[in-house]
Structures are given as C-alpha cells and as structure tokens.
C-alpha cells in the first residue's frame, strides 16, 4: 500500500498518461497475481498489443520488493516495466539499494522474452518540497508540498515518462 505521498504523485500521473497515450487503459493499483504472490502495481497501461507498468519507490527500504515479484512473470505481450526512484535513493545506503536492485532487475529482466525494465532517477531540481517530501521516512512528520509544486513535478516526470515509451515502442516496431 503506497503512503499519501506517493498516492497523490501516483492519482495526479495516471490523468496524464490517460491523456497522452489514450490507445492505453489506464488503472492505479493494479493487482498482479504471479506465482501465488499478489503483488500490487502502481500504474499500469493495457492495450490489445502491449503493458507498461510503472512501480514507484519514494522510500522504501527495499526497492527491490515488487520488482523482485515481476521477475517471476512471463507474459504473453510486451511488456515495458518503468521503475521510478525518488531523491530518497541518492545518498547513502538507500543509494547503494536502488543502484543493485537496478543492476540485479536489469540483468533478470533481460534474459525474460517480452520484457523491457527500464528505471529512471526523478530527481526533481527545482522543486524543493517535493524533494524534502521523497526524502524523509514514510513514519516521520513532513510538511506536505504545494498542489503547484506537485502538478509541476508531474508535467516534468510525464514528459520524461513519454521519452522512455516512446523510445520502447519504436523499439517494437523493428
């Protein structure tokens, strides 16, 4: 279960996507059952041809997590699986977590048929509260963003989000 946080980054985003990609269907909190393990995706997209998930880390201890349960799939479409690390992943351990779960997920991912992993750093320069916010703890007190500096981070991380897709559904029709 995400944290407010990560709710309200996750309700504002799908809108987006619902608007640049509408040969998509868009649902947050979409429920994946693989291998007996129910794992809950944050964003998904579905179309007769392909999916593209989108799994948020603001400040999870283990960012592997869902991503470790996705290895276990093997679908029938293509799929684009879009992991996004917070500022929270920057420094430290938490640094050192996000960067092997990307090299561990990359190489698993890889060897899957129908399969893209892609992850991307939401650094948020610029936008201070939104930053403190990805930054702290879920447990700890932390004053919660402006909706402009919200809706600003969201423009700036869907139009990184439509590069990525982009770039992934050229790459189908080769």
């Given at each position: 279960?995400?944290?407010?946080?990560?709710?309200?980054?996750?309700?504002?985003?799908?809108p987006k996507?619902?608007?640049?990609?509408?040969?998509y269907a868009w649902v947050t909190e979409r429920s994946l059952n693989i291998e007996n393990?129910?794992?809950?995706?944050d964003i998904s997209g579905e179309n007769t041809k392909s999916t593209i998930l989108i799994e948020f880390e603001m400040h999870r201890r283990r960012p592997d997590y869902n991503a470790g349960k996705l290895v276990k799939m093997e679908p029938e479409?293509?799929?684009?699986?879009?992991?996004?690390f917070s500022p929270f992943y920057?420094?430290?351990t938490y640094h050192k977590r996000a960067k092997f779960c990307e090299e561990i997920m990359s190489e698993q991912f890889n060897k899957k048929k129908n399969i893209t992993y892609r992850t991307?750093?939401?650094n948020l320069d610029g936008l201070h509260t939104v930053r403190k916010a990805c930054q702290v703890l879920p447990d700890s007190k932390k004053e919660f963003?402006?909706?402009?500096?919200?809706?600003?981070?969201?423009i700036m991380l869907t139009k990184d989000?439509?590069?990525?897709?982009?770039?992934w559904e050229r790459s189908q029709l080769v």
């Open positions: 279960m995400a944290n407010e946080f990560t709710t309200l980054c996750i309700d504002s985003l799908r996507l619902e608007e640049s990609y509408p040969n393990a129910r794992i809950s995706i479409k293509e799929t684009l699986i879009i992991h996004i920057e420094v430290g991307f750093r939401w963003p402006s909706d402009k500096d919200i809706d600003e981070a969201i989000l439509k590069e990525i897709i982009a770039k």
